[in-house]
């Protein structure tokens, strides 16, 4: 069926580092991509989202990037800090009776001093 | 702004009881949505609405049932709770179906 699958599960760099996440999807009719941060025990906020008629798009030191013909996604972070550590989903929507946002199973990013 | 707002935060609940979750928003979006978060499974969708009067089944319905008499409320019930149904359950509203969702703050519900 239709789905997103995201890598990698979990991921820990060192504070400073980049840190890439990345998503495909199925739906070739998918046209909006959100990217939510998840910190322990709170509920998933929206940080980043990127449309179809774009390729990337920046907000200070986070990023993502869409590649429509292969049907990935990837977030970006750049000189991550400790505030960063969290839980990352990506989601797409998935058409079918109706487009509904469908989640990646998430990515545990560490960052460590 | 109040925004979302869901209700318990965290409730314990015997096998076989039956429970409903609140969800209300005050955004007068259109699409409300409940998701079950697990571990290792992500956030998966267990029914939609797309605009007051209607709703839609997600990729785990089997042992729920919403309702959406008006724009601003879908509560979540669960007829006869079994522990697989052991979970955090989101509620979440966007504009309009595939756009951004807006989550409520959780429901951590253990069902023994």
């Known amino acids: 069926g239709e789905n997103v699958e995201q890598h990698p599960s979990t991921l820990s760099v060192q504070e400073g580092d980049s840190a890439v996440i990345k998503c495909t999807y199925s739906d070739s009719a998918s046209n909006y991509f959100p990217w939510y941060k998840q910190e322990l025990g709170k509920r998933p906020q929206l940080i980043i989202d990127?449309?179809?008629?774009?390729g990337e798009k920046k907000d200070q030191r986070i990023a993502v990037t869409l590649n429509k013909t292969a049907k990935h996604f990837s977030l970006h972070i750049t000189e991550t800090q400790p505030e960063d550590s969290a839980v990352y989903f990506c989601a797409a929507p998935i058409t079918g009776t109706a487009s509904k946002l469908t989640f990646g199973t998430g990515t545990r990013l560490q960052v460590t001093l | 702004t109040a925004g979302i707002t869901q209700a318990p935060t965290s409730q314990i609940l015997a096998a076989g009881r039956s429970m409903t979750l609140r969800c209300t928003q005050d955004m007068r979006h259109n699409a409300m949505y409940w998701y079950r978060q697990d571990l290792g499974l992500g956030l998966r969708l267990i029914h939609y609405s797309n605009t007051a009067g209607t709703t839609g089944k997600g990729e785990v319905p089997d042992g729920y049932s919403v309702s959406r008499a008006n724009t601003d409320d879908f509560p979540l019930t669960l007829a006869s709770a079994v522990p697989s149904q052991t979970s955090v359950y989101f509620c979440?509203?966007?504009?309009?179906?595939?756009?951004?969702?807006?989550f409520g703050q959780g429901t951590r519900l253990t069902v023994v």
């Open positions: 990127i449309r179809s008629n774009v």
């Open positions: 979440a509203s966007s504009v309009g179906l595939g756009q951004e969702a807006f």
